[in-house]
């Protein structure tokens, strides 16, 4: 049997992930044969004609399935990795063919970078990082496994992400700061100081003058 590459998770992330295997096939990468989700009608009257080819609880990894997961939420991430990792599953990489990697970078397994992100000099990208459109990883940071960075965020030289964080759209990391194992980065903030594991970080919003 042939190789197919599986989509886990079919919402928005996921919906723009189709289009970002698309843009690779045309280029000698691989689109997606199917998809898993918990809804088997997610797609119904979308655009996308993808067949569902069960839940990720429950499918058992075929001869070459390789999957991509389209989960933003890191602890949702991990947990449907785990599932299908006990079941023998293996994974694989999207990026995007606009996405810039430094060859000096290191990406781990199933990282997924969308269009014109960046992984810069020396760079590691643990596994299971999400890097979303327009979004950069600068020299000598290291971001670890299941974090997702949201679009435009900028993590800048020698930042250190532990495991399973979450960055808003927006969001900013200045040079050599420390942010913690599952912290949360609110959109737009700027992260100046080391940040706590667990902790939750955020700007106001906009006020009307």
């Known amino acids: 049997m042939g190789s197919r590459l599986i989509l ?9 992930l189709i289009n970002w295997a698309e843009d690779a096939a045309a280029q000698g990468g691989q689109a997606f044969a199917g998809y898993l989700d918990m809804h088997a009608d997610v797609l ?12 990720p609880d429950a499918y058992v990894p075929q001869t070459g399935d390789a999957f991509v997961i ?19 599953a293996r994974f694989a990489r999207l990026v995007h063919p606009s996405a810039v990697v430094a060859r000096t970078a290191v990406l781990g397994e ?24 327009l979004s950069s990883v600068g020299h000598d940071a290291v971001v670890g496994a299941y974090t997702t960075l949201s679009g435009h965020v900028d ?18 990391v200045l040079p050599k700061v420390r942010v913690g194992a599952r912290a949360r980065i609110g959109a737009g903030a700027t992260i100046m100081r080391n940040v706590a594991e667990d902790a939750t ?3 106001m919003p906009a006020k009307k003058l």
């Open 155 to 172: 993590l800048t030289g020698h930042v250190q992400v532990g495991e399973g964080c979450f960055f808003g759209s927006g969001a900013r």
């Open 44 to 55: 119904a009257g979308s655009a996308y004609a993808l067949p569902w080819l069960g839940t």
């Open 8 to 16: 886990v998770g079919a919402g928005g992330f996921g919906r723009e």
């Open 201 to 203: 970080m955020f700007t």
């Open 70 to 88: 389209a989960i933003g939420d890191p602890a949702g991430k991990r947990a449907v990795v785990e599932q299908l990792r006990a079941r023998g």
């Open 110 to 133: 199933g990282v997924v970078l969308c269009p014109h992100s960046m992984v810069s000099a020396d760079a590691r990208v643990g596994d299971f990082v999400a890097v979303n459109t």
